[in-house]
């Protein structure tokens, strides 16, 4: 749901004006699109046509998707995706509520997929028994549709509960959720605070993702954000940044991305010192030609 005042936000005004429809229409077309992101705390909505029948939109493929980008209302990701601008910042108290039970639901789902590996068994119920009870009548199993798996070596012994997220080593520390989400805030030291990041990049550990890959991407923001001289409150929050948008994934290279860098600019230095001493040698060897004339 729209905040009040929508109408006469200015970019609500461009987007009427882009468009070139009724302003009804037009928050309809916002609202359909926010619905579907608010129904799990989604930013990301897929590609333009995603986007378009998320909104519901019936007018020429590509129009809206371009017009809701250009005027703010979503940012376009690398991969050619797009997602909603700031969602979180503005959904609703019951959207973020959502949100964290998503997050919740995925963290439990991922410890018991951890915990609990699926059990084989054999095909049969006869079969079944007979491998449960450790008895194995291969001559029979030949005869039959019973295939030897990992149950023919007796009951498998019971799982151990798996930890809460996957060790991250670095220089001899375990680094947590916690630890990340808090060099996130040092490094960028973007206007809103902590909430949420660290639910968001405990999600990520059971992705596989590193916590020093992770720092080492809010080091290459941080420096993009020096570099633009980007005002705090346009810095991405660490909810943000880890979670759904993924932001983080165009600065997982950083390091890489500096050492080319520095690699390229080697090169160029080399190759124009190498020009210069070129140059400087065809004119002292024109110069002993008119000496020697």
């Not at 190498?274 to 110069?287: F, H, K």
Request: with cysteine; charged share 30%; hydrophobic share 35%.
């Amino acid at each position: 749901m729209a905040r009040p005042g929508l109408h006469i936000h200015p970019k609500f005004r461009r987007l009427v004006h882009v468009l070139h429809e009724p302003v009804p229409h037009v928050h309809g077309y916002l609202e359909c699109m926010w619905l579907v992101a608010y129904e799990n705390g989604e930013a990301m909505l897929g590609d333009s046509v995603d986007v378009e029948l998320a909104a519901q939109y019936p007018g020429s493929s590509g129009k809206l998707t371009q017009s809701l980008t250009e005027c703010g209302f979503l940012d376009a990701l690398p991969d050619g995706k797009y997602a909603v601008h700031d969602l979180l910042d503005h959904a609703p108290d019951y959207v973020l509520k959502r949100l964290k039970r998503e997050v919740e639901r995925r963290a439990k789902g991922q410890a018991r997929r951890r915990t609990f590996a699926p059990r084989q068994r054999a095909l049969t119920a006869e079969w079944r028994q007979e491998a449960d009870n450790g008895i194995l009548n291969h001559d029979k199993a030949a005869n039959s549709t019973y295939r030897p798996i990992s149950a023919d070596l007796g009951q498998p012994p019971a799982p151990a509960p798996a930890p809460e997220s996957p060790p991250c080593p670095l220089n001899g520390k375990v680094e947590s959720a916690a630890d990340v989400v808090d060099h996130y805030q040092r490094m960028v030291d973007p206007e809103e605070g902590p909430e949420g990041g660290v639910e968001v990049v405990r999600l990520l550990f059971m992705e596989g993702f590193m916590a020093r890959e992770l720092m080492n991407a809010a080091d290459g923001w941080a420096a993009k954000c020096q570099r633009d001289q980007k005002a705090r409150k346009y810095r991405y929050a660490a909810r943000n940044f880890y979670g759904s948008l993924r932001y983080f994934q165009s600065y997982l290279n950083h390091k890489d991305q500096q050492a080319a860098a520095r690699e390229e600019s080697i090169k160029a230095t080399l190759a124009a010192r190498a020009e210069d001493e070129a140059m400087m040698a065809e004119v002292r060897r024109q110069a002993q030609a008119k000496e020697a004339k």
